[in-house]
């Protein structure tokens, strides 16, 4: 029987695999957008892959990624890149794989690693000029374990470690300004509910060499508490009300790739979720809704004025 489900999987086209007989949630957002990115990067690719929802995606022995998969523990994943990418070059030296039989290094993290424990080994990764595409699928907590809090998740969302009144009391740790400080080649925003964003920069990303970063903002219904068919919606939202800006860093200049011209309110997000219904009912809380608010107009007052 095992043997027919690798047949059957190894069959499927690789536009369809991620996904393919894995214990993930329906609309998964993070998935989206890694299939999204899958169909571009190609199968010619090792996936090293923090504990995480994610590494739900291979069961042992199988794996959907055509490539290779490694897994490694939540901080290491840009050092387990390291060793993966200098084993492929020792091998192109000693001449035992060809220029064409090379692979493409790319790490896959949540925010847990991304923004928390992986930071000490993603900045040594950077400053050795690794040559890798880096994704974290960023769903605002840790998702995996039943979305315990994380330095990515938003203001006020309530989560398992946060179910006070006010939800969390932290800020969403800026992770862009934070890869782009330490000058990697590239950085980029991008969102499953916008693919053709999303595309442009991962065809551009897949051009440049030495370390590239992509975080992808994930609703997740799981966790965020909303109806898996509503994760486009709520991806889309997240941009039109400038929640997530869709932008990208090159040699020190970042440009915003879709500017919300006419920002609609904050709550037309915020609403869409279960972690935040505490800000409208029983009581719609004015001040949390109003800071939310303030947070992202100053972003965009900046960004504007930049
Ligand atoms: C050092 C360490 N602490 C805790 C865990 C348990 N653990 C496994 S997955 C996970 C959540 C990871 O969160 P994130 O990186 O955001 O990925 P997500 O689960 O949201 O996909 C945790 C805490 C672990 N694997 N390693
Ligand atoms: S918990 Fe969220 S991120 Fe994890 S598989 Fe489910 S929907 Fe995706
Ligand atoms: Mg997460």
Redesign the pocket.
């Known amino acids: 029987m095992t043997e027919t489900l690798f047949r059957r999987m190894k069959d499927l086209p690789s536009t369809h695999l991620l996904g393919a007989g894995t214990a993930m949630c329906a609309g998964c957002g993070?998935l989206q957008a890694l299939h999204e990115i899958y169909d571009l990067y190609g199968e010619k690719t090792v996936f090293v892959n923090?504990?995480?929802?994610?590494?739900l995606l291979s069961v042992y022995p199988f794996t959907p990624f055509r490539g290779s998969w490694l897994y490694t523990?939540?901080?290491s994943a840009p050092a387990g890149a390291q060793g993966i990418r200098d084993a492929l070059d020792i091998l192109l030296e000693k001449k035992r794989i060809t220029e064409d039989e090379d692979l493409e290094t790319v790490v896959l993290?949540?925010?847990?690693?991304?923004?928390?424990?992986?930071v000490s080994a993603t900045s040594g990764a950077i400053d050795r000029n690794l040559d890798f595409l880096y994704i974290?699928?960023?769903?605002?907590?840790?998702?995996?374990?039943g979305?315990?809090f994380?330095a990515?998740t938003p203001h006020a969302a309530k989560t398992s470690t946060s179910r006070g009144p006010c939800g969390y009391p932290g800020y969403k740790k800026d992770l862009f300004s934070l890869w782009a400080a330490n000058k990697p080649a590239y950085v980029a925003t991008v969102i499953g509910a916008e693919p053709l964003d999303l595309s442009r920069k991962i065809e551009q990303a897949k051009k440049m060499q030495g370390p590239r970063m992509i975080i992808a903002l994930?609703p997740?219904p799981t966790?965020w508490d909303f109806e898996p068919k509503e994760t486009a919606a709520i991806g889309k939202l997240a941009v039109k009300t400038g929640v997530w800006p869709l932008k990208e860093y090159i040699g020190g200049k970042v440009t915003h790739t879709k500017f919300p011209r006419e920002r609609l309110p904050v709550e037309e997000y915020l609403k869409t979720q279960g972690r935040f219904t505490h800000l409208f009912s029983p009581v719609r809380t004015e001040t949390l809704i109003g800071e939310i608010q303030q947070l992202v107009d100053r972003y965009w007052k900046a960004a504007e004025g930049a």
């Open positions: 993070g923090a504990a995480g929802c994610m590494t523990s939540m901080g993290t949540g925010d847990g690693s991304a923004y928390g424990m992986g974290c699928y960023d769903n605002e907590g840790y998702g995996n374990t979305q315990q994380s990515g994930s997740c966790g």
